[in-house]
């Protein structure tokens, strides 16, 4: 939160700015889904472990085609060793909330004037493409629940294994579509990928493949409000 703080006089000169160019700046809110990919799933994706995942967002438009993003992600990822046919003998698990600070740049591929020349609001469809940095904050639990008496033949190590960051630096990634509804209100989904660049997220690095690099995906629906532009009609 105090993050989250310290963008606001940032933000807040953002949309000073756009008042002054063609340029706007909005405010929003996801709702979505998480899932997880690393040492406790065999597939990319298993979808009996999806989350819930929810975030707010800040969102400056230099132009038609390009703006910024800085956004505030939270949610849970988890994993279990049941869902995999050729795991499922080793018995662990995990679960873990997260909470992502990250910012990315964005291109709208059929970004368009969002007012005409007699400034009536032009209602259009736009897919973007997104990529940026960010910080994940993460508490994973790891756990064996298999027969005490076999762990030795699963775990290399006892769990929880000791000195696994808690902390990521990540690179957002995906790809979203965005309807310019009304002169106020945007709508849209969105889909995103993070590499955290490190095998701790789920909690196991020894007890599973060191080799292999874990990522979180976040998907959902997004819904903004235009704040500021200086085009709109009064």
């Known amino acids: 939160m105090k993050k989250l703080l310290f963008l606001l006089p940032l933000l807040c000169s953002l949309s000073a700015v756009s008042a002054q160019r063609n340029s706007y700046f909005e405010a929003g809110f996801l709702f979505g889904l998480t899932n997880y990919s690393g040492d406790i ?3 990319s994706i298993e979808i009996s472990e999806t989350q819930p995942g929810y975030g707010i967002y800040f969102r400056y438009h230099f132009s038609k085609n390009v703006s ?3 956004h505030v992600y939270s949610g849970s990822i988890s994993g279990d060793d049941a869902n995999s046919k050729n ?3 080793r018995k662990l698990r995990f679960s873990t909330s997260i909470v ?6 964005e291109w709208k591929f059929f970004g368009q004037e ?3 020349s007699t400034g009536i609001h032009n ?5 973007y493409a997104f990529l940026g940095l960010g910080l994940s904050y993460t508490d994973p639990k790891a756990e064996y629940y298999g ?3 076999e762990s030795e033949k699963y775990l290399r190590t006892p769990l929880p294994e ?4 808690k902390t990521f630096l990540l690179a957002p990634m995906g790809i979203g579509l965005r309807a310019d509804v009304l002169d106020r209100l945007v709508v849209g989904i969105e889909g995103g990928w993070r590499p955290v660049f490190s095998d701790d997220l789920d909690g196991i690095r020894v007890n599973g493949n060191p080799g292999k690099g874990d990522w979180y995906y976040f998907a959902g629906l997004t819904v903004s409000f235009i704040l500021s532009d200086p085009k709109r009609r009064q």
């Open 87 to 89: 795991l499922q003998m």
């Open 100 to 105: 992502e600070f990250g910012a990315v740049a």
């Open 123 to 127: 209602f259009f469809v736009t897919p």
């Open 162 to 165: 000791e000195g696994l960051n």
């Open 147 to 149: 027969d005490p008496k």
């Open 114 to 116: 969002r007012y005409s």
């Open 68 to 70: 910024v993003k800085a």
């Open 41 to 43: 799933a065999e597939s």
